[in-house]
Structures are given as structure tokens and as C-alpha cells.
């Protein structure tokens, strides 16, 4: 096993009895993965978004047990500690820990994206919340869907998947 399915396991058992957010981050691990990679992002580029996003939500859990809500704020307020504790138990590099902690410390907030890496962890976040929070509604808006993608998609990699997925 890499570190990266070992991630993954710890999240799982961060996770345990939540199916549906486990289901959430293995989705956006996913597009964020195949994002990366058909922009042609290098190795370390792409094991960066892919630790990213295995680990954006970790302050879900966290918020609500404080707060009784997993409001994005409150997520961005209490996932980086919890992100760089399970990162360095797993030795991951000091540079990398610091850079995916300011991601999931921000990636709720859709202003000043300072990077391709924060860019992709945004857009397969919403590819999996678009149809998540659709399904929960009856039906995926389409308005919103054309909202989102103009205002938050850049690469043409997440534009690309977006088109195809919500037609």
C-alpha cells in the first residue's frame, strides 16, 4: 500500500459509520485525481490535490460535534488541525502538510483561488456536491449548475466534465 491508500484508510476510519461522507471524498479524490491529470500536472502536482482531497472535509465531523452545524466556515475553521495531525503520523512532507492544510482550510471560500491545486480541489468538490445535494432534492438544477460552472470552473479539464455530467 502508498501513503495515499493508507490516507485514504485513515479517513474511512475518521469516517466510521458515515457512508455518506466517506462516499463524498472518495468521489472527490477521484475528479480531482483525473483533473489533475488531464491537465497534464506533474506527479507531485497531482499527489498533492490527491492528498488535498482525501482529507478536504475532515472538519466536517469536527464542526458538528462543536457547533451542531458543518457550516463551510466551520469546516475551514477546524479541519487544518485535524488534516496536519493525521498527515505527519503519516510522515508526509512539512512543505505538503502546510499546503493542504491552507487548502482545506479555504476550499469553501471561492475568492482569491491562489493556485491550480486549489482550483481543482473547488471543482471536483462541486461536480460531487452539484449532484449530491440534487439527488436530495429530486433532481439536479440546471440553473445552478450553469450558475457554478461559470462562476467557479477555470480548467478545461473540470469545464470538460461538468458539460458532460450535467448536460
Known amino acids: 500500500m502508498n501513503v495515499l491508500d493508507e490516507l485514504t484508510l485513515k479517513m474511512i476510519d475518521f469516517y466510521a459509520g458515515d457512508a ?3 462516499q463524498h471524498f472518495m ?3 477521484r475528479f480531482g485525481e483525473l483533473i489533475a491529470k488531464m491537465e497534464g500536472l506533474s506527479e507531485d502536482e497531482i499527489f498533492l490535490i490527491e492528498t ?3 482529507v478536504h472535509d475532515i472538519g466536517i465531523r469536527i464542526a458538528e460535534e462543536k457547533y451542531g452545524s458543518c457550516e463551510g466556515p466551520l469546516q475551514e ?3 487544518p488541525a485535524y488534516a496536519e495531525k493525521m498527515l505527519a503520523e503519516l510522515n508526509y512532507d512539512p512543505k505538503i502538510i502546510e499546503r493542504v492544510s491552507y487548502l482545506v482550510g479555504h476550499h469553501h471560500t471561492y475568492t482569491n483561488i491562489d493556485g491550480i491545486d486549489y482550483q481543482i480541489l473547488v471543482e471536483a468538490d462541486f461536480l460531487v ?3 449530491e445535494e440534487g439527488f436530495r432534492i429530486n433532481g439536479v438544477d440546471k440553473q ?3 450558475n457554478v460552472y461559470e462562476r467557479i ?3 478545461e479539464a473540470g469545464k470538460k466534465i461538468c458539460r458532460t455530467m450535467f448536460k
Do not use: D, M, S, W
Open 52 to 54: 488535498a482531497t482525501i
Open 129 to 131: 456536491n452539484l449532484f
Open 27 to 29: 468521489k472527490v479524490h
Open 77 to 79: 475553521k477546524e479541519g
Open 144 to 146: 445552478q449548475v450553469e
Open 20 to 22: 455518506e461522507r466517506i
Open 153 to 155: 470552473f477555470k480548467t
